[in-house]
């Protein structure tokens, strides 16, 4: 075999190999069903059956049991007993050799390096144990291309179930797997995990039935199947491999690594929406602003947090009480919907002013339906140098995050000389509490990702793109943001944004790629239930439900930023027909790709 993959020729689909006692053979059958990307069940036998005749015309070679000194023969329980025969990812390295995808373990001569995670499977009858998953180091350049590759034959484990930092799955030395061989890693490489047929081992280990058997990792059952995507035995927890839902690779973090999957279609929605946002009805020049997949990418990130904190407020209306205009808070009340919808902890981060007025505004929310129910508001202050730290961190431990993901939206962001200035250049520091530190201090702690959302250069965040605000906004040199945040959004008014990543979120828990990512590949449930996408359906942004809350914003006598007009408007922009018209094309975009 090993010569085989060396020389680039397809060899045979081999499997891995469970023999159980027929009293647990339907535990572990549902056992393999609830897990499909470890356990792709290939075959089943009858009690007592050593043939497999969808898979090879080669019997299973009867186990034999002898005392010392005797002839060797058969247990006389063989006929209780029952085979499982189970996909294996040996059968796909041909297929990334093929693709010019290095094949580290072949190149050492080795066999694979494969771990025992700190993620557990989905419990089925007497079964349950952590997964078990293999890492094959690949150029971080040709990362899509082994995820096609091993997307396309689902017998074999299928897509990696993770990309990155070992340490997220409970890893803790690369060099020390618990089965097999360790890998080197080459200059470039990153380390991809897939699900691995030996959880079965693991499963029998913890269940300590009183007879089984199985192979060693690594010495494989050879079938007369092709290592092929065409084969016509298919495990039907799996999804029929099309163009469309073909996952893509992107990186999301840095610190600590980690990619995320998508898929081809779903990124295609997603950088439509990114593209719709980008108009620029007030002709403010904010194309010039764009980095592709900014949107792509955050909502990713998002999609991969549990605890999430979203500041706004932008006091451009200094001489007015409240300063504060419209843009801004319904685009992160936006998020937060649809955030606490798919299961995240949120909170929301104003100034101390803003304080009670904030929260009689999410009081309102909740009353009038816009929020089912209230979000915590929390206020950070200058306390000193470690105050960020410990407003991040729980007892300041940065290795404790209370949150992993901070998003800012049309919030005033410091630029290069300290100070907060609007878009007329007027210096509002004395209306801000300094809430960028904590994007600063968040690129020190391992496992807080940062998003800014903004429409103009000067909203926290647009740091990644300082130097483009400089050299072609408008007073861009004086009140460009310093300070960056990972995912830099920008959009032709800042509530687009947070619309958007409210409808990339939906986006990305309807797309199977993601979930079974998101999933190690593990559990059964559908890929959206019809509750659950009632439930988000009615958590996206809609024409109804802004409406409703910018007449409350109104209400509490917050102004439109460009104009200063107590209105429906925001950023000098009518609500109807250019935000309604916005928000009903964003919801027709997302409600029929999801419908198709």
């Given at each position: 075999?090993?010569?085989?993959?060396?020389?680039?020729?397809?060899?045979?689909?081999?499997?891995?190999?469970?023999?159980?006692?027929?009293?647990?053979?339907?535990?572990?059958?549902?056992?393999?069903?609830?897990?499909?990307?470890?356990?792709?069940?290939?075959?089943?036998?009858?009690?007592?059956?050593?043939?497999?005749?969808?898979?090879?015309?080669?019997?299973?070679?009867?186990?034999?049991?002898?005392?010392?000194?005797?002839?060797?023969?058969?247990?006389?329980?063989?006929?209780?007993?029952?085979?499982?025969?189970?996909?294996?990812?040996?059968?796909?390295?041909?297929?990334?050799?093929?693709?010019?995808?290095?094949?580290?373990?072949?190149?050492?001569?080795?066999?694979?390096?494969?771990?025992?995670?700190?993620?557990?499977?989905?419990?089925?009858?007497?079964?349950?144990?952590?997964?078990?998953?293999?890492?094959?180091?690949?150029?971080?350049?040709?990362?899509?291309?082994?995820?096609?590759?091993?997307?396309?034959?689902?017998?074999?484990?299928?897509?990696?179930?993770?990309?990155?930092?070992?340490?997220?799955?409970?890893?803790?030395?690369?060099?020390?797997?618990?089965?097999?061989?360790?890998?080197?890693?080459?200059?470039?490489?990153?380390?991809?995990?897939?699900?691995?047929?030996?959880?079965?081992?693991?499963?029998?280990?913890?269940?300590?039935?009183?007879?089984?058997?199985?192979?060693?990792?690594?010495?494989?059952?050879?079938?007369?199947?092709?290592?092929?995507?065409?084969?016509?035995?298919?495990?039907?927890?799996?999804?029929?491999?099309?163009?469309?839902?073909?996952?893509?690779?992107?990186?999301?973090?840095?610190?600590?690594?980690?990619?995320?999957?998508?898929?081809?279609?779903?990124?295609?929605?997603?950088?439509?929406?990114?593209?719709?946002?980008?108009?620029?009805?007030?002709?403010?020049?904010?194309?010039?602003?764009?980095?592709?997949?900014?949107?792509?990418?955050?909502?990713?990130?998002?999609?991969?947090?549990?605890?999430?904190?979203?500041?706004?407020?932008?006091?451009?209306?200094?001489?007015?009480?409240?300063?504060?205009?419209?843009?801004?808070?319904?685009?992160?009340?936006?998020?937060?919907?649809?955030?606490?919808?798919?299961?995240?902890?949120?909170?929301?981060?104003?100034?101390?002013?803003?304080?009670?007025?904030?929260?009689?505004?999410?009081?309102?929310?909740?009353?009038?339906?816009?929020?089912?129910?209230?979000?915590?508001?929390?206020?950070?202050?200058?306390?000193?140098?470690?105050?960020?730290?410990?407003?991040?961190?729980?007892?300041?431990?940065?290795?404790?995050?209370?949150?992993?993901?901070?998003?800012?939206?049309?919030?005033?962001?410091?630029?290069?000389?300290?100070?907060?200035?609007?878009?007329?250049?007027?210096?509002?520091?004395?209306?801000?509490?300094?809430?960028?530190?904590?994007?600063?201090?968040?690129?020190?702690?391992?496992?807080?990702g940062t998003t800014g959302i903004g429409d103009g250069g000067n909203e926290l965040g647009m740091g990644k793109v300082k130097e483009k605000v400089q050299s072609l906004m408008p007073k861009g040199g004086l009140i460009a943001c310093e300070v960056p945040a990972d995912h830099a959004v920008t959009a032709g008014v800042s509530n687009w944004g947070g619309y958007a990543v409210a409808c990339g979120l939906y986006l990305l828990h309807t797309c199977p790629a993601h979930l079974r990512y998101l999933r190690k590949g593990l559990g059964l449930e559908p890929v959206t239930s019809t509750e659950q996408l009632?439930?988000?359906?009615?958590?996206?942004?809609?024409?109804?439900?802004?409406?409703?809350?910018?007449?409350?914003?109104?209400?509490?006598?917050?102004?439109?930023?460009?104009?200063?007009?107590?209105?429906?408007?925001?950023?000098?922009?009518?609500?109807?027909?250019?935000?309604?018209?916005?928000?009903?094309?964003?919801?027709?975009?997302?409600?029929?790709?999801?419908?198709?």
């Open positions: 075999y090993t010569t085989a993959v060396r020389e680039g020729k397809r060899v045979s689909g081999q499997a891995n190999v469970v023999v159980l006692p027929n009293q647990l053979a339907d535990d572990f059958h549902a056992f393999c069903r609830s897990n499909p990307a470890p356990l792709p069940l290939l075959y089943r036998s009858q009690s007592g059956e050593t043939s497999c005749p969808p898979l090879s015309v080669i019997s299973l070679p009867l186990p034999r049991r002898s005392p010392p000194g005797q002839q060797a023969e058969r247990p006389g329980s063989w006929s209780d007993m029952v085979c499982f025969y189970l996909g294996c990812s040996f059968g796909f390295e041909g297929r990334l050799k093929e693709a010019g995808v290095p094949v580290r373990n072949v190149e050492q001569g080795r066999n694979v390096s494969m771990y025992r995670t700190a993620v557990p499977c989905v419990p089925a009858g007497a079964f349950s144990c952590p997964l078990v998953v293999t890492m094959r180091p690949v150029p971080a350049a040709l990362l899509d291309a082994a995820v096609k590759v091993t997307h396309l034959n689902p017998l074999a484990h299928g897509a990696p179930v993770h990309i990155g930092d070992p340490a997220l799955l409970g890893i803790q030395d690369l060099s020390r797997p618990d089965y097999g061989d360790a890998v080197e890693l080459q200059p470039g490489d990153v380390t991809v995990f897939w699900a691995c047929g030996v959880t079965a081992i693991e499963a029998i280990l913890s269940s300590k039935p009183p007879l089984a058997f199985s192979h060693s990792p690594g010495c494989m059952f050879l079938t007369d199947i092709p290592d092929s995507p065409t084969s016509t035995i298919t495990p039907p927890t799996e999804a029929k491999p099309h163009p469309e839902l073909t996952p893509l690779c992107f990186q999301v973090s840095q610190n600590p690594l980690l990619y995320s999957l998508v898929s081809q279609g779903t990124a295609a929605k997603i950088r439509q929406l990114e593209v719709m946002i980008g108009e620029d009805p007030g002709e403010r020049g904010i194309r010039a602003l764009f980095v592709q997949d900014e949107l792509l990418r955050s909502c990713l990130a998002l999609s991969h947090s549990s605890s999430v904190a979203i500041t706004t407020g932008f006091p451009t209306h200094y001489m007015h009480s409240p300063p504060d205009e419209t843009d801004g808070p319904p685009g992160a009340i936006a998020m937060a919907t649809m955030l606490l919808s798919l299961g995240k902890q949120v909170t929301m981060v104003t100034d101390r002013r803003a304080l009670e007025m904030n929260r009689t505004i999410i009081d309102e929310a909740v009353r009038t339906g816009v929020l089912k129910d209230a979000i915590p508001l929390v206020t950070f202050e200058d306390g000193g140098p470690d105050a960020a730290r410990h407003f991040l961190c729980h007892h300041g431990d940065p290795n404790k995050p209370r949150f992993d993901h901070l998003v800012a939206i049309e919030r005033s962001g410091r630029a290069a000389d300290g100070n907060y200035y609007n878009m007329r250049a007027v210096n509002i520091k004395h209306l801000v509490d300094p809430v960028d530190d904590l994007f600063i201090a968040a690129k020190h702690i391992p496992g807080i009632q439930d988000w359906t009615t958590n996206l942004p809609s024409v109804e439900k802004e409406e409703s809350f910018l007449s409350t914003l109104v209400r509490f006598g917050i102004r439109s930023g460009k104009t200063g007009h107590l209105a429906m408007e925001v950023d000098g922009l009518t609500f109807h027909p250019t935000h309604s018209d916005m928000i009903t094309r964003l919801w027709k975009d997302v409600h029929l790709e999801v419908q198709s």
